[in-house]
């Protein structure tokens, strides 16, 4: 079964940086699919940054794309998010999710979701 768990969020000043982490307890971080969405308040849910698999492709919205980083962790068995330059406007609930390898859709749909984590950048 599985359950995702996003882990990191805080508040940060703007500029600061942060990295949320995304844990699997069926232990399917090696093999799944991650991505990471975020969700501000009155906003749609965004989708914010992806890897596969195998950890050989990843995507970033253009939003983030070079302030963000997703990375797998084999050691902790973790996806992570690292979050860079953060501006007022990434603030968000941030969430994880992943699928099996071989899901249509990808890089922004996915089966599995966990529990959303807080990230507030201010001054």
């Known amino acids: 079964q599985v359950q995702l768990v996003a882990s990191g969020g805080r508040s940060v000043r703007p500029g600061g940086s942060l990295t949320l982490s995304c844990a699997d307890s069926?232990?399917?971080?090696?093999?799944?699919?991650f991505g990471w969405f975020r969700q501000a308040p009155g906003k749609e849910r965004e989708c914010v940054s992806a890897?596969?698999?195998?950890?050989?492709?990843?995507w970033y919205a253009d939003s983030v794309k070079g302030r963000f980083t997703i990375f797998r962790d084999t050691t902790k068995n973790t996806v992570n998010l690292h979050l860079n330059r953060l501006k007022p406007t990434d603030t968000a609930v941030y969430f994880c999710?992943?699928?099996?390898?071989?899901?249509?859709?990808?890089?922004?749909?996915?089966?599995?979701w966990g529990q959303g984590t807080q990230v507030t950048v201010s001054s």
């Open positions: 890897i596969t698999w195998n950890g050989t492709t990843t």
């Open positions: 999710a992943s699928s099996p390898p071989g899901r249509v859709g990808w890089p922004c749909s996915y089966d599995y």
């Open positions: 069926g232990l399917l971080v090696s093999s799944n699919s």
